[in-house]
Protein backbone atom coordinates (compact mmCIF):
# COMPACT_ATOMS: atom_id res chain seq x y z
CA UNK A 1 0.00 0.00 0.00
CA UNK A 2 1.22 3.23 -1.08
CA UNK A 3 2.79 5.45 2.25
CA UNK A 4 0.46 8.62 1.22
CA UNK A 5 -2.85 5.98 1.23
CA UNK A 6 -1.68 4.66 4.20
CA UNK A 7 -1.52 7.93 6.26
CA UNK A 8 -4.93 8.95 4.72
CA UNK A 9 -6.26 5.53 6.49
CA UNK A 10 -4.90 5.89 9.67
CA UNK A 11 -5.98 9.50 9.72
CA UNK A 12 -9.29 8.83 8.92
CA UNK A 13 -9.66 5.81 11.51
CA UNK A 14 -7.52 8.18 14.23
CA UNK A 15 -10.13 11.25 13.32
CA UNK A 16 -13.21 8.88 14.00
CA UNK A 17 -11.96 7.66 17.39
CA UNK A 18 -11.35 10.99 18.44
CA UNK A 19 -15.02 11.87 16.92
CA UNK A 20 -16.37 9.03 19.15
CA UNK A 21 -14.53 9.59 22.28
CA UNK A 22 -15.70 13.52 22.11
CA UNK A 23 -19.34 12.16 22.37
CA UNK A 24 -18.58 10.00 25.68
CA UNK A 25 -19.83 11.43 29.05
CA UNK A 26 -17.11 12.92 31.16
CA UNK A 27 -18.68 11.24 34.17
CA UNK A 28 -18.30 7.90 32.38
CA UNK A 29 -14.89 8.00 31.43
CA UNK A 30 -13.80 8.83 34.90
CA UNK A 31 -16.01 6.44 36.15
CA UNK A 32 -14.35 3.49 33.93
CA UNK A 33 -10.92 4.92 35.21
CA UNK A 34 -11.93 4.56 38.60
CA UNK A 35 -12.94 1.32 38.42
CA UNK A 36 -9.97 -0.21 36.68
CA UNK A 37 -7.65 1.94 39.38
CA UNK A 38 -8.67 3.99 42.00
CA UNK A 39 -8.18 7.89 41.21
CA UNK A 40 -6.09 9.60 43.81
CA UNK A 41 -8.30 12.42 44.11
CA UNK A 42 -12.12 12.47 44.81
CA UNK A 43 -13.97 14.21 42.00
CA UNK A 44 -17.70 15.86 41.99
CA UNK A 45 -20.11 17.16 40.17
CA UNK A 46 -18.87 16.17 36.68
CA UNK A 47 -20.18 17.17 33.80
CA UNK A 48 -19.51 17.30 29.20
CA UNK A 49 -17.48 15.29 27.77
CA UNK A 50 -13.99 13.93 27.89
CA UNK A 51 -12.53 17.29 26.00
CA UNK A 52 -14.95 19.81 27.01
CA UNK A 53 -15.64 19.49 30.81
CA UNK A 54 -16.60 20.87 33.92
CA UNK A 55 -16.26 19.46 37.90
CA UNK A 56 -17.95 21.50 40.56
CA UNK A 57 -14.92 20.06 43.41
CA UNK A 58 -12.30 18.07 43.00
CA UNK A 59 -10.50 17.08 46.54
CA UNK A 60 -7.00 14.78 47.38
CA UNK A 61 -5.96 14.18 50.88
CA UNK A 62 -3.87 17.03 52.46
CA UNK A 63 -4.58 19.36 49.66
CA UNK A 64 -6.79 22.82 49.55
CA UNK A 65 -10.73 21.57 47.75
CA UNK A 66 -10.26 23.09 43.96
CA UNK A 67 -13.55 24.07 42.62
CA UNK A 68 -15.15 25.22 39.27
CA UNK A 69 -12.66 23.33 37.02
CA UNK A 70 -13.37 23.38 33.41
CA UNK A 71 -11.03 21.52 31.04
CA UNK A 72 -10.33 21.69 27.39
CA UNK A 73 -8.24 19.04 25.50
CA UNK A 74 -6.71 19.19 22.03
CA UNK A 75 -7.43 16.19 20.07
CA UNK A 76 -5.18 16.81 17.70
CA UNK A 77 -1.73 16.70 19.86
CA UNK A 78 -3.04 13.20 20.93
CA UNK A 79 -1.34 12.39 17.62
CA UNK A 80 1.95 13.89 19.13
CA UNK A 81 1.58 10.91 21.68
CA UNK A 82 1.05 13.64 24.04
CA UNK A 83 -2.16 14.88 26.07
CA UNK A 84 -2.63 18.79 26.10
CA UNK A 85 -5.47 20.93 28.41
CA UNK A 86 -6.03 24.36 28.90
CA UNK A 87 -7.94 24.37 32.05
CA UNK A 88 -9.60 27.00 34.80
CA UNK A 89 -10.66 26.58 38.42
CA UNK A 90 -10.47 28.47 41.54
CA UNK A 91 -9.06 27.74 45.18
CA UNK A 92 -10.75 29.52 47.90
CA UNK A 93 -12.27 31.68 45.41
CA UNK A 94 -8.84 32.36 43.89
CA UNK A 95 -9.06 32.31 40.34
CA UNK A 96 -6.42 30.25 38.17
CA UNK A 97 -6.13 29.37 34.78
CA UNK A 98 -3.23 27.39 32.21
CA UNK A 99 -1.91 24.74 30.21
CA UNK A 100 -1.37 21.20 31.20
CA UNK A 101 0.04 18.21 28.97
CA UNK A 102 1.57 15.13 29.38
CA UNK A 103 3.80 12.82 26.94
CA UNK A 104 3.85 9.30 26.52
CA UNK A 105 6.31 9.14 29.20
CA UNK A 106 4.34 10.50 31.94
CA UNK A 107 6.41 14.11 31.57
CA UNK A 108 4.19 16.39 33.34
CA UNK A 109 4.65 20.09 31.52
CA UNK A 110 2.95 23.28 32.48
CA UNK A 111 2.70 26.79 30.76
CA UNK A 112 1.22 29.96 31.02
CA UNK A 113 -0.23 29.32 34.63
CA UNK A 114 -1.46 32.25 36.06
CA UNK A 115 -3.25 33.13 39.39
CA UNK A 116 -3.98 35.92 41.62
CA UNK A 117 -3.85 35.04 45.61
CA UNK A 118 -5.42 37.45 48.68
CA UNK A 119 -2.61 37.82 50.88
CA UNK A 120 -4.84 36.14 53.90
CA UNK A 121 -5.42 33.24 51.47
CA UNK A 122 -2.03 32.90 50.95
CA UNK A 123 -1.46 32.64 54.32
CA UNK A 124 -3.96 29.68 54.88
CA UNK A 125 -2.56 28.12 51.87
CA UNK A 126 1.06 28.28 53.63
CA UNK A 127 -0.06 27.23 56.92
CA UNK A 128 1.99 29.80 58.15
CA UNK A 129 1.22 29.88 62.04
CA UNK A 130 2.27 33.22 63.17
CA UNK A 131 2.06 36.54 61.85
CA UNK A 132 -0.34 38.27 58.64
CA UNK A 133 0.29 38.62 54.87
CA UNK A 134 -1.38 41.81 53.41
CA UNK A 135 -1.34 42.99 49.37
CA UNK A 136 -1.83 40.41 46.48
CA UNK A 137 0.01 37.92 45.04
CA UNK A 138 0.07 37.61 41.03
CA UNK A 139 1.61 34.24 39.90
CA UNK A 140 2.82 33.68 36.11
CA UNK A 141 4.35 30.68 35.84
CA UNK A 142 6.17 30.09 32.47
CA UNK A 143 7.14 26.99 31.72
CA UNK A 144 7.00 23.33 34.42
CA UNK A 145 8.38 20.76 34.03
CA UNK A 146 7.63 17.91 36.78
CA UNK A 147 9.48 14.76 37.62
CA UNK A 148 10.34 12.06 40.21
CA UNK A 149 14.21 12.21 40.40
CA UNK A 150 14.89 15.87 40.93
CA UNK A 151 14.05 19.31 41.01
CA UNK A 152 10.62 20.58 39.03
CA UNK A 153 12.32 22.70 35.92
CA UNK A 154 10.75 26.05 36.76
CA UNK A 155 10.44 29.49 35.02
CA UNK A 156 8.38 32.13 37.24
CA UNK A 157 7.84 35.18 38.43
CA UNK A 158 5.66 36.57 41.50
CA UNK A 159 4.72 39.80 41.78
CA UNK A 160 3.20 40.67 45.68
CA UNK A 161 1.70 44.23 45.47
CA UNK A 162 0.66 45.85 48.59
CA UNK A 163 3.00 43.86 50.15
CA UNK A 164 2.66 44.25 54.03
CA UNK A 165 3.75 41.49 56.85
CA UNK A 166 2.29 41.97 60.54
CA UNK A 167 4.24 40.11 63.58
CA UNK A 168 3.82 42.84 66.68
CA UNK A 169 3.91 45.70 64.14
CA UNK A 170 3.14 46.19 60.47
CA UNK A 171 5.83 46.20 58.02
CA UNK A 172 5.35 47.85 54.46
CA UNK A 173 7.17 46.07 52.06
CA UNK A 174 5.77 48.32 48.56
CA UNK A 175 5.88 45.90 45.53
CA UNK A 176 8.31 42.79 45.73
CA UNK A 177 9.17 40.92 42.36
CA UNK A 178 10.89 37.32 42.56
CA UNK A 179 12.00 35.84 39.51
CA UNK A 180 12.37 32.17 39.28
CA UNK A 181 14.75 30.27 36.59
CA UNK A 182 16.80 26.81 36.51
CA UNK A 183 20.35 27.29 36.41
CA UNK A 184 23.11 24.84 34.90
CA UNK A 185 23.75 23.08 38.32
CA UNK A 186 20.60 21.85 38.58
CA UNK A 187 19.67 24.39 41.36
CA UNK A 188 16.46 26.48 41.46
CA UNK A 189 17.77 30.18 41.82
CA UNK A 190 15.00 33.04 42.86
CA UNK A 191 15.86 36.81 43.00
CA UNK A 192 14.46 39.37 45.03
CA UNK A 193 14.11 43.27 44.57
CA UNK A 194 11.14 45.15 46.17
CA UNK A 195 9.66 49.66 45.60
CA UNK A 196 8.55 51.43 47.92
CA UNK A 197 9.09 49.80 51.33
CA UNK A 198 9.46 50.30 54.43
CA UNK A 199 12.84 48.18 53.62
CA UNK A 200 14.55 47.80 50.74
CA UNK A 201 15.18 44.05 49.84
CA UNK A 202 17.69 42.39 47.46
CA UNK A 203 19.02 38.97 47.13
CA UNK A 204 18.32 35.70 45.81
CA UNK A 205 17.50 32.79 46.93
CA UNK A 206 18.50 28.81 45.81
CA UNK A 207 17.30 25.10 46.33
CA UNK A 208 18.87 22.48 44.80
CA UNK A 209 18.44 18.68 43.67
CA UNK A 210 18.42 17.79 47.78
CA UNK A 211 16.07 20.42 48.98
CA UNK A 212 19.24 22.06 50.31
CA UNK A 213 18.32 25.62 50.01
CA UNK A 214 20.45 28.99 50.66
CA UNK A 215 18.79 32.29 51.55
CA UNK A 216 20.98 36.11 51.02
CA UNK A 217 18.86 39.20 51.65
CA UNK A 218 19.84 42.65 52.26
CA UNK A 219 17.10 45.09 53.90
CA UNK A 220 18.18 48.56 54.26
CA UNK A 221 15.65 50.60 56.50
CA UNK A 222 14.70 53.96 54.84
CA UNK A 223 14.75 57.20 56.03
CA UNK A 224 10.92 57.16 56.94
CA UNK A 225 11.25 54.06 58.87
CA UNK A 226 9.77 53.33 62.34
CA UNK A 227 12.88 52.89 64.64
CA UNK A 228 11.26 49.63 66.74
CA UNK A 229 10.92 47.98 62.97
CA UNK A 230 14.76 48.98 62.30
CA UNK A 231 15.32 47.33 65.92
CA UNK A 232 13.57 44.28 65.66
CA UNK A 233 15.51 43.70 62.23
CA UNK A 234 18.71 42.87 64.52
CA UNK A 235 17.01 39.60 65.99
CA UNK A 236 17.22 37.50 62.94
CA UNK A 237 19.94 39.45 60.82
CA UNK A 238 23.58 40.98 60.73
CA UNK A 239 23.81 44.93 60.99
CA UNK A 240 26.39 45.67 58.05
CA UNK A 241 28.76 48.91 58.04
CA UNK A 242 26.28 50.65 55.21
CA UNK A 243 23.28 50.29 58.20
CA UNK A 244 21.42 47.89 55.94
CA UNK A 245 20.87 43.64 57.36
CA UNK A 246 21.66 41.08 55.99
CA UNK A 247 19.82 37.51 56.42
CA UNK A 248 21.72 34.71 55.77
CA UNK A 249 20.37 31.39 55.99
CA UNK A 250 21.25 27.57 55.14
CA UNK A 251 19.18 23.83 55.53
CA UNK A 252 16.73 21.89 54.39
CA UNK A 253 13.11 22.39 52.77
CA UNK A 254 12.60 18.59 54.88
CA UNK A 255 12.70 21.25 58.13
CA UNK A 256 9.41 22.64 56.79
CA UNK A 257 7.36 19.51 55.80
CA UNK A 258 8.61 20.00 51.94
Known sequence: ?????????????GSYLLFTLSMVPASKVLGLANSISPLPVKIYGVSGNL???????????????????????????????????????SIKNQNITGKLSVNALGQLRGSDIRARIDGAVMQQLLRLPLGELGGV????VHSLELNQTALPMLDASLSWKNASLTL?????????DLQVSPEDDGRLLANISN????LQLTGDASVDAGRNYNVNLRMMPQPTTASNITQSLGMFARRQADSSY????KGNLREFGF
Do not use: C
Not at 51 to 74: C, E, F, K, Y
Not at 168 to 176: A, F, R
Open 195 to 198: EQGD
Open 137 to 140: FNFN
Open 1 to 13: MPIKKRYIILLAV
Open 246 to 249: LLNR
Open 168 to 176: IDTVNLGHI
Open 51 to 89: WDGRAQQLMAPGQPTVDNLHWSINPLEIFLARLSTNFSA
